[in-house]
């Protein structure tokens, strides 16, 4: 499917943004819409200088609430299509993350997170953003986010986001963080036919027969594009499975605002990963996400090596939450610490999840990582010591 | 005979989902007739309806995108030009079309239309130009008169409107014009002619909304509104669109701007070729 100018075979010395567009060139993308904000600017930079070079658009939009109109329009036009922003960009582009939710357009946005509320720390990390990619459009609905923890992940999760967000139909976030954006590591791009690549599911009926807003058992419509002769209406509005509004028919509303909950809650299987470290016979578990896993796998190591039975669950997506995982480590451990670079957000949603199961907020924001000690310190007033 | 039995008798039947009529706009609105002109236009010019998307915003004229029987998508409110950009970009073999209003465009909106036609994308905008909020109940605009009545100037609009045509031509739009929904044979041929010409193309159409903006206004039933157009309005091809401005005696309507430019589009393919020979030269 795709060629050697898409995919850089070998070993790179790489920023995080640079990897994050080589991801998405990987994993066939072809149309890029952004706006320049920092800390995810070399992401567009870098997809200006490639697009042109593997067949795919770049266009510099007039603002984010543009970009990712643009990438919504792309990807109805048959392409596979991101954009890529930080906090405030972020923000803009709610409005249309929830058009794209209800046209479950497959999509793919890139939050390189800052320092936040406002303009806050442009060229800090921070993790603030988390529940907004949750939440942050109006309405009932859910998406997909993962959280690479380093410039390899940078790449390997961006190609991941795309495989979901064609499979799921709907829009995906790399939730990103200015630490992991800039950062130079080193990568390791495999061979084209060792990447998987996931195509959108097209339907197999005639255009007469074709209703485009009808899921299949997954509760994932399959998707006609635009210019494929399926004579496709497309709105925002409250619609039938034909896609016509059908703004005041309540059964409507329950019917198609449900399934776009409930193809994530149903999927959730497939789409949840997450890895763990000496958690087996832990009595204190860390739970981490983004780059504070890097520090937290340090100081559960520190625990181990002071006698403590620490181990760590580092989430890898984030949206759909991973109930189940959370749900059974906190019946077999004493306490759960969660470092997060905000004050206090997937927290709330490890306390749901852990119910009795003490759970311990380690928040830090300013624009400093989290240190191993400091987690380690942690860990020992969790265990008691 | 059946109602849709009944519509699929009309002419222009091919181009309609009949299922979506009755249509939401209405008595004397202007928006039927915008409809009726660019579905004759695409029958006149027998584009290839599997290859055309029709993308509108949200307001009356708006709804326009579920009635025309070819892809179309009904965006959030003030973005269908950026969206459109998308599409457009995206697969060059469409042909694609905004239809939308003075409110979407032009307020919520503006910042997409002049950055569209800046960089002169190949899409054809209608705009359907009622003076007002129709949809919402009658709010001012950025077309509104000075004076005149609506639900959020109750004493009076104290803001000066926008003059669209002058707008869209110092934006860089490649064509200009001005028709009232009264100029049926203009109108289409217009939107005929926009339709064949590459660039950021843009016609602005004034269209009567009597149950709101009229009534408030005193403007009479729509019939009154269409010979007040008659009066009122002069036909003046490559007017200044800066001296175009509406007022209550006379509305300029014509082809204002008609000029050729390179668009994103070709631009792009020619960096495109460069690159590609480029690399191919290692």
Redesign the interface.
Same mark, same amino acid.
């Given at each position: 499917m795709v060629s050697q100018r898409e995919v850089l075979t070998g070993k790179h010395l790489m920023q995080g943004d640079v990897a994050c567009a080589e991801g998405a060139i990987a994993a066939g993308c072809k149309f890029f819409a952004g706006y320049p904000i920092t800390p995810a600017t070399e992401i567009a930079e870098r997809m200006a200088r490639r697009m042109i070079e593997v067949n795919g658009m770049f266009v510099q939009m007039e603002d984010e609430l543009a970009s990712m109109a643009a990438i919504i329009g792309a990807s109805w036009a048959g392409a596979k299509a991101m954009t890529a922003t930080s906090g405030p960009g972020f923000s803009l582009m709610q409005e249309n993350i929830g058009l794209a939710v209800m046209t479950e357009t497959p999509c793919v946005v890139v939050n390189v997170m800052r320092g936040a509320p406002s303009t806050g720390q442009p060229t800090e990390g921070a993790q603030q953003d988390v529940m907004q990619s949750k939440w942050g459009s109006h309405g009932d609905y859910s998406i997909i986010a993962l959280a690479p923890a380093s410039v390899q992940e940078m790449f390997d999760l961006t190609i991941e986001c795309f495989n979901l967000a064609e499979t799921y139909r709907a829009p995906t976030f790399l939730l990103a963080d200015g630490f992991t954006g800039h950062l130079w590591e080193r990568v390791v791009i495999p061979s084209p036919e060792e990447i998987k690549i996931v195509e959108r599911k097209k339907p197999v009926v005639s255009p007469d027969k074709y209703m485009p807003f009808k899921p299949d058992e997954d509760l994932v419509p399959p998707m006609a594009c635009f210019g494929e002769g399926y004579c496709v209406h497309v709105t925002g509005l409250t619609h039938d499975e034909l896609g016509y509004p059908k703004t005041t028919d309540p059964k409507v509303q329950h019917k198609l605002v449900n399934r776009l909950c409930e193809k994530m809650r149903k999927n959730a299987n497939r789409i949840v990963r997450t890895y763990e470290s000496m958690l087996e016979d832990a009595e204190v578990a860390v739970i981490a996400y983004g780059i504070p896993s890097r520090a937290s796998l340090n100081a559960v190591k520190k625990a181990r090596e002071s006698g403590i039975k620490a181990g760590l669950l580092r989430l890898v997506t984030v949206w759909p939450f991973p109930e189940k995982q959370i749900e059974e480590l906190a019946t077999r451990v004493n306490a759960i610490v969660v470092p997060e670079m905000n004050c206090g957000q997937i927290v709330r949603e490890v306390e749901r999840v852990a119910k009795e199961t003490p759970v311990h907020l380690l928040s830090k924001i300013g624009g400093e990582l989290h240190s191993p000690s400091e987690i380690f310190e942690a860990i020992r007033r969790a265990a008691g010591i | 005979m059946t109602v849709i039995q009944e519509f699929e008798k009309h002419p222009l039947a091919k181009y309609l *989902?009949a299922? *979506?009529f009755p249509h939401i706009w209405c008595e004397g609105c202007g928006d039927g007739i915008i409809l009726h002109c660019f579905v004759k236009a695409l029958d006149d010019l027998a584009v290839d309806i599997?290859?055309f998307?029709v993308?509108s915003g949200i307001g009356c004229i708006g709804r326009a995108? /579920?009635y025309v029987?070819?892809?179309?998508? =009904?965006?959030?409110h /003030? *973005?269908p030009i950026? &969206?459109?950009? /998308? #599409?457009? %970009?995206?697969?060059p073999? &469409?042909t694609v079309a905004v239809l939308s209003g003075d409110g979407d465009l032009f307020a919520i909106g503006g910042? =997409?239309f002049i =950055?569209a036609a800046r960089r002169n994308v190949d899409l054809t905008v209608i705009c359907s130009n009622n003076f007002n909020y129709g949809m919402t109940g009658g709010q001012s605009g950025p077309t509104t008169p000075l004076d005149s009545y609506t639900t959020t100037t109750p004493y009076g609009n104290i803001e000066h409107p926008f003059n669209l045509v002058h707008l869209a031509a110092a934006a860089g739009s490649v064509y200009v014009a001005r028709w009232t929904v009264l100029h049926v044979r203009r109108l289409a041929e217009s939107i005929k002619k926009a339709l064949r010409k590459k660039g950021f193309k843009f016609i602005e159409v004034i269209s009567p909304c009597p149950e709101i903006y009229g009534r408030r206004n005193k403007l009479g039933k729509a019939i009154d509104i269409m010979k007040l157009y008659r009066q009122i309005s002069e036909i003046r091809h490559g007017y200044d669109p800066a001296k175009a401005e509406i007022t209550r005696e006379k509305i300029v309507v014509g082809e204002f701007i008609d000029i050729e430019k390179p668009t994103y589009g070709e631009l %792009?393919q020619k960096?495109?070729i460069k #690159?590609q020979q480029k %690399?191919s030269e290692g």
């Open positions: - | *989902r299922e *979506r599997d290859k998307v993308v995108a /579920g029987k070819c892809d179309s998508f =009904h965006t959030t /003030g *973005r950026a &969206l459109a950009t /998308g #599409i457009k %970009l995206a697969n073999k &469409l910042n =997409h =950055h %792009l960096q495109f #690159i %690399l």
